[in-house]
């Protein structure tokens, strides 16, 4: 008895997934097999895969054939937006006459590239309005001065042409000249002289005509009240020009009424005295600290 309870006790401590499972008499204990078939694909299970890729491409190129000559994707309409009334004018002109084809394949990048080309844009965006509208935002370029140059041309501040000028006193702004017409250095001398207005204190641009490069980095400055040719440092116009206003006094209860000033010198400045009418005594030229 003691022997039995002993392998009964052995049997019960075995763990639970280790013990065979109860069989009935006359049954036999069979090992498990896995199922080994494999399926292969026929042919005709290819040419449905086949078929069926082949009407999924076939239903994207129709549906990419009607979108791109749909009626109602024709771009019909172009909206310009633009703060320059004759700009404005000139592309809604161009844009008048329906030329632009399907809104999918308005190429947006080589459009706007063309419409950069015009001398008064400086920047544009444009935008699909779906189905059939382009919005075009221009940003114009502003007018600085006019320039001197083969004949007198309106530019902004990047000495961009815009047009020509037929009478300054349609735009009232200073005109940037050289002295040898801008034959070299142009664009060194334009940032200088553009520099030198922007810097310049609102009155004293507002008397300026006009502002004369030399070729060696001296500014001339004229103004439209006042006969005295002021010439100033490029790299410190505005101080050159006030030490000019705070000092005329003096120099001209010493030498007269002036007619030129170089400031372009380092602790000095030459003074030419302005020609007395009708006296043929030659004009000298003072220099003082």
Known sequence: MATVIGELGREKSRPLFARRPFLRPGERDLPLQKNKRRRALRLKHVLVLLGLQAGFFLAVR????????????????????????????????????PRLGNILLCDIQALRGNIRRLAWVKDVSIQKVFPSE?????????????????????????GRVLERVYSLEEYRLPVISDENGFASNFLEKWEAASRCL??????????????????????ELLFKDDPVRVVVDRESPVE????????????????????????CYDSRVYLR????????VPNLTKETE
């Open 198 to 219: 922007a810097t310049l204190p609102p009155a004293e641009r507002d008397r300026l005509a006009g502002v004369r490069c030399g070729d060696y980095g001296s500014l």
């Open 62 to 97: 129709g549906a990419y054939l009607f979108l791109i000559t749909w009626d109602q994707l024709a771009i019909r309409k172009v909206e310009v937006v633009c703060a320059k009334d004759n700009l404005r004018q000139t592309l809604e002109n161009h844009f008048a006459v």
């Open 134 to 158: 382009l919005r075009i935002t221009v940003v114009e370029r502003t007018p600085f001065a006019v320039l001197e140059r083969d004949g007198l041309l309106l530019a902004d501040e990047e």
């Open 273 to 280: 005295a302005a020609e007395p009418a009708g006296d043929s």
């Open 240 to 263: 050159s020009l006030a030490l000019f206003r705070r000092r005329r006094p003096e120099w001209e209860r010493l030498f007269g009424p002036l007619a030129a000033v170089n400031m």
